[in-house]
Structures are given as C-alpha cells and as structure tokens.
C-alpha cells in the first residue's frame, strides 16, 4: 500500500515538471491569438522576437490602439523620467507599419487617439479605410490630443476649437451605403464631419458620440433617423448645432448625453429615453414621452430647478434619481405648478 502511494506520488510530481516544461509556444494558435488580443498593440508585437511561432500571431490583434502610451519610443529619459516626446510623424509612421503587417481581418475595436489635423488627412483617410475593410465593430477618432478629463476642463474656457488647425474632415467613403455594416460604436472627437447625399445610416449602430465635432443640425438629424437600433448619443460642445430634432420613432433608445453647445435652442426627440444628462443654457426639451425617464442631470448657469419645474412634463413616474448643480448666485423661486415625481 506504501509503494502504490509513494508511485503516485512520483507520478504527479512528474506531471507537474512535465506541465511546467510547457511555453507559450506550445499553446495552439487561437489560444495564442486571444491572449495577445488582451495586451496593448505594442506589448504584443514585442511577443514576436520570442519565438518563430510567435513572430506573426499579433497580425492577428483584435484590439487597436493608436495612442501617446501604445506608439511611445521604446527608450526611457531617466534623467527626466519621462518618455520622450512623441511627434506627430513619428506616430503617423508607427502608426502606418503596424497596420501595413496586420492581417486586417477579425478587428473588435480600433482607436485613433493623437493630436492630428487637415494635414494627416491621406493617412487618416487610409486608417479609416483599414477600419471599414476590416469590419471593425468599435471605431473612435480622437484627434484633440487630450484626455477626456482634460478636453472638458478646457471647453469653457475657449472661445475657439480646441484643435487651432483646420479639423480633419471625415472622407465620405466612411459613409457609403455598402460600409458601416458591422460598426455597432462610433466615437468622433475634434473632426469635421459632412453627410453624403447617399447615405443610408448604420444599420447596426448602437452608441454615437460627437465632441467637438464640426457638423450641421441637417447631419444631426440625418444620422439620427438612419441608426435605427441607436440606444446612446453623446453631442458635446458642437459649435455650429443649434436644434437637435429627430422626429422620426426611435424605438431603442436610452440615453441622451447634451454638454455645452454654446449655440444650441432646442432638442426635440421622438423616444423615451431612460437617461438624460444636460450641461448648458436651459432650451426647450422636448420628448415625445417620459415613462421611461429613470435618471436626470442637469448642470446650468441658469436655475436648475425651475428647469426641471417648466421645461420638463409635471409627471416623471420613473424617476429615481435627479441631480441639478446650479450656478446662479441669486435665489432660485420655484414657479408654482403641478410637479409629480
């Protein structure tokens, strides 16, 4: 009985120094393709130099991330420590040889993240194309070359865009009616953005944020009655919106993002939205019901409360949870009238 136990004893351990003998060589390559899937675009290209099996497996990257950290030089300044500055065709450079080595199939999300302009356009109109051809179901364009945190704590404090440049526009082929099948989230920030006369929507679009984005009320509206399955759109800081209409029925959707459109005099949506954040003048908001409406935030130079009070329908039936930060320094009088919560 000892040596049937002491034999497998033996064995196991011997299993085990077998298991640890195994390297990431060995794994199969889809097992290999999802996990470089879940390093950042640089950390996986440098998987190559390890072995000859590994040296394409990131051809394969699921997730594209263009930014400061992913495409930063691979030497570190101790004297300063800090990496050293990245510049703008240094990063269009990096940029272009990863995706001239990637496979350009089976893309989840692809994101373009630096502070670019009118004068990249021939290489972002090829990154957008790369995006299109390989059916990328996330796409976000981010050329302010801010954090988010930052970009906002900037906008009220400038009279012009943030990007001094003239903005890139977007080429229209993103828009032709055979692409945009497969993108379900779309994210533009600091571009220029025009309409083709044949644009047909995106069928499968899901979220849609704008900021800083230079386009029409017409474009707006265009965009939001040919995304049929919408359920999240953020327009912040627009400088040339001035209505934001959708009177076509927008079954899905659920929430509504609105951040300081500094020219904006109306919102007129045919939904029910569930959730609604608003920072700016007080305009007339109007939806076609509110039975839904769970969530408000409200941020104003304007009083907050009698916002609430008159711009909005006297009965909120779902609400759960109202926030209003107010900067008015006189006095708030609520107008008299039925509010029902």
Known sequence: MMRN???CLHETVAKRRNLQKISLSDLPMDILSTILSLLPINDAIRTSVLSRK?????????NLTFNKATMRKTYFKPSTGYYQFL?????????????????????ERM???????????????????????????????????????AFFRKLPYEKKRIVGEEPYNLTSQFFSPSNGLHLQCLELIAVSLHLPSDFKGF???????????????????????????????????????????????????????????????????????????????????????TPRLKNIDVVTDQSALSYIVTGFPSTLPSLETLTLLCYEPERTIVPEGHFQI
Not at 54 to 62: D, I, N
Not at 87 to 107: I, K, P
Not at 255 to 284: M, R
């Open 111 to 149: 994101e373009i993240k630096f502070r670019l302009h009118s004068k990249h356009a021939d290489h972002i109109d090829r990154w957008v194309n790369f995006a299109i051809a390989s059916k990328a179901k996330e796409f976000v364009i981010d050329l302010s070359g801010l954090s988010k945190v």
């Open 87 to 107: 510049r703008d065709h240094e990063f269009v450079t990096r940029v272009n040889t990863v995706l001239r080595q990637h496979s350009g199939t089976g893309v």
């Open 5 to 7: 136990s002491e034999q």
């Open 54 to 62: 590994l040296k394409y497996v990131w051809c394969s990257h699921t």
């Open 203 to 289: 069928l499968n679009l899901k979220s849609l944020s704008l900021v800083d984005v230079s386009i029409t009320d017409e474009d707006v509206e265009c965009m939001l009655s040919k995304c049929n399955l919408l359920e999240f759109f953020e327009i912040s800081y627009c400088r040339m919106v001035t209505s934001i209409r959708m009177l076509h029925p927008m079954n899905r959707f659920k929430h509504l993002v609105v951040h300081i459109c500094p020219k904006l005099q109306e919102i007129e949506l045919n939904c029910s939205p569930t959730t609604l954040k608003y920072a700016g003048d007080v305009v007339p908001l109007i939806f076609a019901s």
